[in-house]
């Protein structure tokens, strides 16, 4: 297997699935792939795939990504941020790396740990997904229990919030209640395009505030 995967190639935006994958054999490959890779893996139930993003894929979750920050230092809310980590539940025989991915409510529960076990550990309260019309998993994210998934695709945010073990779309985010997240978080976005990301990120800011006064009066 090690062998094989080595001889493996995969260019942006491609992806490649192994069948039969065990668990021992999966944990074997993630050790082999390391940490610092530009690919991801989801896992369910032995079928592993292996998928390398495109560029504008990584472009545009890094500002999702910093978007999401900045609303949550704005709204003065403690938050950890672990990006791609992998996470993975082997009684249930799945495993994710989200392309973003954020503790919220429960950050609290695990902070300062340095490795995160979501047999005893909750799962992240916010995962996000880009360009889903090659790589997405809501099944794996369903049962992980991972309470809110964003998902990104052609200039369009869908939030799917988890409601008796399913996903639901929603209009409103779980962990950011009365905001139009699915109308503002694409328009900024599409602004840093040609307005830089500096200049968008305090435009947001402000929003953010004036957003703040409203709820307030």
Same mark, same amino acid.
């Given at each position: 297997m090690l062998l094989e995967l080595k001889r493996i190639h995969v260019p942006p935006g491609q992806r490649? +699935?192994?069948?039969?994958?065990?668990?021992? &054999?999966? %944990?074997?490959?993630?050790?082999?792939? #390391?940490?610092?890779?530009? *690919?991801?893996?989801?896992?369910?139930?032995?079928? +592993?795939?292996?998928?390398?993003?495109?560029? &504008?894929? %990584?472009?545009?979750?890094?500002?999702? #990504?910093?978007?999401?920050? *900045?609303?949550?230092?704005?709204?003065?809310?403690?938050?950890?941020?672990?990006?791609?980590?992998?996470?993975?539940?082997?009684?249930?025989a799945q495993g994710i790396e989200p392309d973003q991915c954020f503790y919220i409510q429960n950050e609290h529960k695990i902070r300062g740990k340095k490795r995160l076990d979501l047999t005893i550990d909750p799962p992240p309260d916010l995962a996000l997904e880009i360009d889903i019309t090659s790589r997405t998993h809501p099944s794996i994210y369903q049962a992980l229990q991972?309470?809110?998934?964003?998902?990104?695709?052609?200039?369009?945010?869908?939030?799917?919030?988890?409601?008796?073990?399913?996903?639901?779309?929603?209009?409103e985010s779980f962990n950011f209640p009365n905001l139009p997240l699915v109308d503002i978080?694409?328009?900024?976005?599409?602004?840093?395009?040609?307005?830089?990301?500096?200049a968008t990120m305090r435009a947001f800011r402000q929003?953010?505030?004036?957003?703040?006064?409203?709820v307030k009066s």
């Open positions: 490649v +699935l192994l069948q039969n994958v065990t668990w021992q &054999e999966l %944990e074997t490959i993630l050790q082999e792939l #390391g940490e610092h890779r530009a *690919a991801r893996i989801a896992y369910n139930r032995g079928m +592993l795939e292996i998928m390398t993003p495109l560029p &504008e894929h %990584e472009g545009d979750k890094e500002i999702i #990504g910093d978007l999401v920050k *900045a609303l949550l230092e704005e709204l003065d809310i403690e938050f950890r941020s672990l990006g791609s980590t992998t996470f993975k539940n082997q009684a249930m991972i309470p809110e998934l964003w998902q990104f695709d052609k200039g369009k945010l869908q939030i799917n919030i988890l409601q008796d073990g399913v996903y639901v779309e929603s209009t978080i694409p328009q900024y976005l599409e602004q840093s395009r040609t307005a830089g990301r500096n929003w953010v505030k004036g957003e703040e006064l409203r």
